[in-house]
C-alpha cells in the first residue's frame, strides 16, 4: 500500500469541541501517526501519516469533525511521506 503525508488546517469552530481529541481517537484507530495542535487564530493544525487510503479517511473526517465542531475550511496539502513519528500525539502551544 501506498503510503503518504498530509498536513491540514482546520478552520471554523474547531476549539472547545474536543477536535483534537477525537483527532487523536479517530487517527489511533485508523492506525496513523503523526500530531493535532490549536493554533493562536482559532483553526486546528494536524499532521497524518500512514497508507494513502487511511489518510484519506482522516482527512474526510476532519471535514465534520466531532459533535459540536462546525469545519467551514480543510487547507490540505499533501507531502511525501517521511516516517518521522511513533505515535500520534496531541500538541499543545504554538512553536
Known amino acids: 500500500m501506498e503510503k503518504g503525508r ?5 478552520a471554523g469552530f474547531v ?3 474536543f477536535f483534537r481529541a ?4 479517530m ?3 485508523l492506525g496513523l501517526t503523526g500530531w493535532v495542535r490549536n493554533l493562536p487564530d482559532g483553526s486546528v493544525e494536524a ?3 500512514g497508507t494513502v487510503e487511511d489518510i ?3 482527512v474526510q473526517w476532519c471535514h465534520k469533525g466531532p459533535p459540536g465542531s462546525r ?9 511525501d511521506y517521511a516516517g ?9 502551544g504554538y512553536g
Not at 498530509?6 to 482546520?10: K, N
Not at 477525537?22 to 481517537?25: K, L, P, Q
Not at 518521522?84 to 499543545?92: A, L, M, N, P, Q
Open 84 to 92: 518521522e513519528f511513533k505515535g500520534f500525539d496531541v500538541r499543545y
Open 15 to 17: 476549539q472547545g469541541v
Open 47 to 49: 499532521v497524518f501519516e
Open 22 to 25: 477525537g483527532t487523536r481517537e
Open 71 to 79: 469545519v467551514t475550511k480543510v487547507d490540505e496539502k499533501w507531502q
Open 56 to 58: 484519506k479517511q482522516a
Open 27 to 29: 487517527a489511533v484507530g
Open 6 to 10: 498530509v498536513h491540514l488546517i482546520i
